[in-house]
Structures are given as C-alpha cells and as structure tokens.
C-alpha cells in the first residue's frame, strides 16, 4: 500500500523530466532520440498508472502528502495528491490516449526540423505533466497550477508554427479566454478560502466545513467553478477560442482539444460535485448552458467545409453534453462520456491527421472523395468511430450518451428532446463528413489524387487501437436495463459521488421507459445517418458561398464578429483614447512640465548671482531679518 | 536710567553700521561700519548687565556678581584680530586692482 504513495510523485515527474531533456537538448538531439524520450516517458507514466488503478480498485485510496506549499497560520495548502477512483481513472486516460498520439506524432511530424520537433514533445511531455497535476491534486490550489499549465501548454502548442501570424492570433485568442474563465475559479477558490478557511478537497466535503457555508454562498462559489470552466471547457460564451485552435498541428487537436484539456472542467466539477448537487440553481445553469451550446456547435458543424473544424465543432457539442450531464446530476454519466470521448474524438482527430497527411495538407473536405480506396486501415477505423459518436448500439457512445439522456429525461422531457435532436444532428454531420471524405469520387486535383497512400505504422497502430476502444469501451458501463450488475464503471466510481448520491432523490425510470426513449433516440440518429449517407456519398463539388439561413450557419451564426463589435472594439477605442489622450498629453505633459519647470526657474534664480558682494551681504541681512521676525511669533 | 533708552541707542547705531556695510563703496568705510555694528552690541551688553545687577533678582541671592561686562572684552579682542585680517585683504585686493571700490569684485557672476 505504501508502495502508491512511493511512486504516484514518479508519475506527473516522469514527463515534466522528458520536457526538460527535450527542451534543453532540442538543439543537439536527433529527432528519433527525442521521439523516443518524449514517448517512453508517458508510456511510463502510463504503466505506473494501471498499478496505481489496480490498488485503488482493490479500495486502497490514498492521499500522498509531499510537502507544505504555504503554511502560514490562516491558512495551509500542502502539495498533496489525491489518489482515489476518480483521479485514477482520469489517470489512465490522459496518460494511455497521450501516449498513443505521442506514437502518432513522431510520424505525423517527422517533415519538422529536429529542433522544432524536440521542441514539440517538450511542449507536449509539460502537458502531460499539467494535465496529471491536475487531476491529481488534491486541493483547488494544485488542481489550478496543472490548470494553468494546459492553459499555457495549450497556447504554446497551437502557436507551434509561430511564424504564420493567423495561427499565434488563434493562440493569444485560446490563452485569453482561458484566463477570463481562470479568473471565475481563482475568485471561487477565494470565497471558499474565506469562508471555509480551506481549499483540500477532503476538508471542504466535509460536512462540518459544509455547514459554514450559506447556500448563497455555494451558489456563488459553484457558478463561478462553472465559469472556470466554460474557458477552459469551451461552453458558451467562452468556446470560440476551440475552433481556432485547429491552426495547431492535429495530434495537439487530439490530445488537448479532445481528449484532456476540454475535459478538465468536467473533472473540476465531478471533483466538487457535493457542492453542486447543494447548489440546484447552479446545476440548471450548467444544463441549460450545455445544452445550448451542444445544440449551436452541432448546427455550426453541419455547414462547415474544413475537415478540423466539424470535429472541433463537434468537439464543443459533446463537451455540451457532458455539462447537460452534470447539470442533472449524472456525475457517473458524464465521466463515462468523458471517457468514450477520448477514445472516439482522438480517434476521429487522428484519422483526420492521416486523411490530411495523405492529401499532402489540404483540409477542405470539398477536395477530398473516394479515399476508401486507397486508406483502408484509417477508413475502417474512421468509420468505427464515427459510428461510436453518432451513438449507434453497441459502440461506447451509444452506452454514454444514453446514460446522459436517460438522466435528462428524468430532469426534464424538453432537456431530453433538445439532447436527441442534437444527436441526430450529430449523426448527420458526422456521416456527412465520412461521405464527402472517404465515399464518392476523388474531387481533388491530379497530383494530391497520385500522393495518396495508406499512413505508416506509426499512425495506423494507434488508429487500431483507438478504434478497439471506441468499440468495446461502452462495455464497462452496461445499464441495469440490459444486465444487472452491469454497470461496473458506476460501481467503481460510487465512493467518489456517494456525498451526492445520498442527498438526491433517485427518478428511477421503469424499463419500458428507458427501452422507449433508447429506442427513440437510435431510431432517429439512424435516420440521420442513412440520410447523410446517402447524400454525401453522392456530393458534386460546388465551392459556391452558401446563402440563407445556411450562410449563418456557414459564418458560425456570427458570433465571433458579435464578439469584435460589443467587446473588442470598444476596448481598442479606450486604449487608444487612452494612449492619445491621457498618456501623451497628461502624463507626458506632467513630466515634461516638470522639467520646463526646473528649468525656467533655476533661469530666474541665476540672476541671483550677481557677483556683487553687496547684494550678497543685503541678502544675508534680509535672511537674519526674517528669522528674527519668525522667532517673535513661534 | 531706563533701560530702554540703551536699548534703542544700540539699535539705531547697529541700523546705521548694517545700513553702511550694504550702501558704502570703499572697502576702508565698510570696515568702519563693521566696528561700529560691534561697538553697538558692546554699549548692550554693559547697559544689560548694569540693569541685572541692580535688578531683584540680584538683591535676592548672597553670591551674586555683577560682572557681565567682561564679555565685552572678548568682543573687542575679537574685532582687533578680525581687523587685522580684513586690512590684510584690502592690501591685497589694492595691490591687485589699484582701487578699494568692491563693486570691482564680481568675478563670481552668473
């Protein structure tokens, strides 16, 4: 038992060792050396996980402490990691989905200079190390410095090919909206401090410090929780930054933008979920924001052209999802969707990788056609996972998603309905990206049409085993309906939400119901993916602009341009105002006054200095004058 | 007599002395008005300490002595070793520039 706390510090330093070796030796080491370093690290980090998984299935949770981080006498954050259910799990995925893209990536990049490609697995081994401090933390404050540090990690690495200005734009756009959802978590974190006096996540669940606390008061600190992370999570109205992070490399798309970074305000919020199952005007916050940004992602996805981005798109929309599921107290139903995600969406990125490798970098799906022929392995693969996030039965999206409506309904019929409508939007779009991409004929030009080629091992290894995740990875959640006892992933993570579980009243659905609304929502998924099928594998190349109502759809229904106009232009204007007005003129002003200043009266007081010795001796007597009549009155 | 009298003789002739050092040109008038300042102080300084002694303040202790005046003494040694110098200068200043006029001396203008 002894032996998790001996070596769970080995696993966030594991990669934070393979980021400072890449990173200090990327001029003098070969790319083969620093692929390697930079994927062997997270493979072993990854191995010490499952041991670590092992022992906390067999009930062994720990908190490991390290060291005292501030110890002053109000208040004392300590380094400690927190190893239980949840952080384990989340463990496994981060570390075994990383390591698989960083296979992917020392393929996928191997057309980068050796310096830059070791600078890539530094930036990308400090992730992994961010992204483990995260979920393992054991109180706000280590959780928030892993949080930063994929906020960072994140900006670094969609700006890797810094010197295309579009492209570090997108960057300082993610790290902005990053910070403003930071600034929400940082003013909870305050709140808790000053009203608990504690931020350890074992101390504030428990129930003495949770009667401190007013229910304006857990309100307050759960909305703001949630703002921290729509940022970082990509929820309205802090999501646009998503779609332009696809300017990164597209293994960076996976790993942060599908499978972990989006993926840690779900855990921050699982984490804390007594404190949102006491708050229920925050937790229908949380539902109705995933739901509308589930439903505005998906109609955004149907009209984009560029291959990244309806997965970005469809990124935000399951993200939506995921929140709908902890707005109705799903907790379990949202980290198995957490899970499934990571395998299909990392999936879905990957074999996007291959498709752009192979088209030699074009990403207009309108280009593309007819690649079935020549890809197999990521065709196959691909379409297993578009398969698995349309939730077609008995793929993992299918169990996940399932279990998030099924909680939906129970809250509220509408929520529910909302939630298949945009399953069946999710279906269209994603068969209609597997249709324009891989079926019909080739629309791309003759030279792309003779480079196309199956990928290399490297890349088409983590497709196959991705894709065996995609598919049997629902099989750990089967709901009571199908087999009793089938649900082990709600049984291994039932320590973690047991807090909230006991002071919810249980909606059980009868049978009937759950079959019926299982039912529905296949049924209508699988309208839409015959539909899309059908007319995507017919698709005649027209890059005419879209008109009507498709055209805001096509323009993502104009927010961003919303966004300049309400908040950025007037911030310009005031800068510059600033800048003209105040810094030149009145600052300037003051200083260069100052200066005239000086100088106009040393010139007055010059004349002083006649050289007369009798205008000195006058000026002596004058003096002794004034002090004599001074001294008479004090 | 009243000690105010002195006291406002003193004052007129330390007036007059101060009011020649800033007016007069030559130096040897200016020095003159100097003695004159201190010899003004002087007068103040017997007139003050004849008024001490015949005070009540006096009458009042047994060991009293009346003999501030001595200071005096001090003042006037001080003035002859502070004349001597400042003839030493003006002998100087004559042999450089020919003339005793102190408006000469403004070399440290501007």
């Known amino acids: 038992m002894n032996n998790v706390l001996q070596i769970a510090w080995l696993i966030p330093v594991l990669p934070l060792i393979g980021f400072i070796i890449n990173g200090a030796g990327r001029n003098i080491l070969s790319k083969g050396i620093a692929g390697f370093i930079g994927s062997s690290v997270v493979l072993a980090s990854f191995l010490l996980s499952i041991y670590v998984f092992i022992q906390v299935a067999n009930g062994n949770t720990h908190v490991a402490h390290y060291f005292n981080f501030i110890n002053i006498e109000t208040l004392k954050i300590a380094f400690d990691f927190k190893i239980d259910q949840l952080s384990s799990l989340f463990l496994l995925i981060i570390t075994g989905v990383g390591f698989l893209i960083h296979v992917y990536s020392t393929s996928y990049m191997h057309n980068e200079p050796a310096k830059d490609f070791a600078k890539y697995f530094a930036y990308l081994n400090l992730f992994v190390f961010s992204m483990l401090l995260l979920v393992m933390g054991a109180n706000y404050v280590i959780m928030f410095i892993g949080w930063e540090g994929v906020g960072l990690c994140s900006y670094l690495l969609i700006g890797y090919w810094f010197k295309n200005n579009d492209y570090t734009d997108a960057a300082k756009k993610a790290f902005v909206m990053n910070r403003i959802g930071d600034l929400g978590f940082l003013l909870a974190v305050f709140w808790l401090i000053s009203k608990v006096g504690t931020v350890s996540f074992d101390e504030i669940f428990a129930a003495e410090s949770l009667q401190k606390l007013s229910t304006t008061d857990i309100t307050g600190i759960t909305l703001l929780l949630f703002v921290g992370a729509t940022g970082k999570s990509a929820q309205i109205p802090l999501y646009t930054w998503l779609p332009d992070a696809m300017a990164g490399p597209t293994p960076v798309s996976a790993l942060i933008h599908a499978a972990t970074m989006v993926t840690a305000g779900i855990y921050m919020i699982a984490r804390s979920n007594i404190l949102y199952t006491m708050a229920p005007v925050t937790q229908a916050v949380v539902a109705i924001t995933g739901i509308a940004t589930a439903v505005l992602a998906a109609t955004i996805a149907l009209k984009q052209n560029d291959i990244k981005k309806v997965l970005a798109y469809s990124t935000v929309s399951q993200l939506g999802y995921m929140f709908v599921g902890l707005g109705v107290g799903a907790y379990t139903g949202a980290v198995f969707h957490v899970m499934t995600h990571a395998f299909f969406k990392a999936l879905l990125f990957l074999g996007a990788g291959s498709v752009i490798h192979a088209m030699g970098g074009e990403q207009d799906m309108r280009n593309m056609g007819g690649l079935k022929k020549h890809m197999n392995i990521t065709h196959l693969t691909f379409l297993l996972g578009c398969l698995a996030i349309a939730g077609m039965p008995p793929f993992s999206g299918f169990f996940s998603k399932d279990e998030i409506l099924a909680a939906a309904f129970s809250n509220s019929p509408v929520l529910w309905g909302i939630g298949v409508i945009t399953a069946m939007m999710t279906a269209f779009y994603m068969f209609r990206l597997y249709g324009m991409t891989f079926l019909g004929k080739f629309r791309g030009t003759h030279e792309q049409e003779h480079h196309l080629h199956e990928s290399p091992v490297a890349i088409t290894i983590p497709l196959i085993i991705l894709a065996i995740l995609a598919v049997f990875g629902g099989l750990v959640g089967i709901p009571e309906v199908f087999m009793h006892g089938g649900h082990k992933l709600e049984a291994f993570l039932e320590p973690v939400f047991a807090q909230s579980n006991a002071i919810t009243v249980k909606h059980s659905l009868s049978h009937s119901t759950e079959y019926m609304l299982m039912a529905v929502s296949v049924t209508g998924a699988l309208i839409a993916l015959i539909y899309a099928w059908n007319k995507y594998s017919k698709y005649q190349k027209t890059m005419a602009e879209p008109t009507g109502f498709a055209k805001i759809l096509a323009n993502k229904w104009y927010v961003d341009e919303l966004y300049n106009g309400m908040i950025i232009s007037p911030l310009k204007s005031l800068s510059v105002f600033f800048n003209n007005i105040i810094e030149k003129k009145v600052i300037d002003g003051m200083v260069n006054g100052t200066g005239k200043a000086v100088n106009y009266g040393s010139r007055q007081l010059r004349w002083l200095q006649s050289g007369q010795v009798g205008a000195y001796i006058l000026l002596i007597v004058i003096g002794i004058l004034i002090l004599f009549i001074i001294q008479l009155f004090l | ?110």
């Open chain 2, 1 to 110: 007599m009243d000690i105010k009298a002195y006291i406002i003789l003193s004052l007129t002739l330390f007036t007059i002395g101060i009011i020649g050092v800033l007016i007069r040109r030559n130096a040897i008038i200016i020095f003159m008005c100097i003695e004159l300042m201190l010899n003004a102080v002087n007068l103040l300084l017997v007139a003050f300490s004849k008024m001490h002694a015949a005070s009540a303040v006096a009458k009042a202790s047994p060991d009293f002595v009346g003999d501030a005046q001595i200071f005096v003494f001090f003042i006037m040694v001080v003035a002859a070793a502070e004349v001597s110098v400042g003839l030493a200068i003006i002998v100087m200043l004559y042999r450089n520039t020919h003339s005793v006029d102190v408006n000469f001396l403004n070399r440290l203008k501007n």
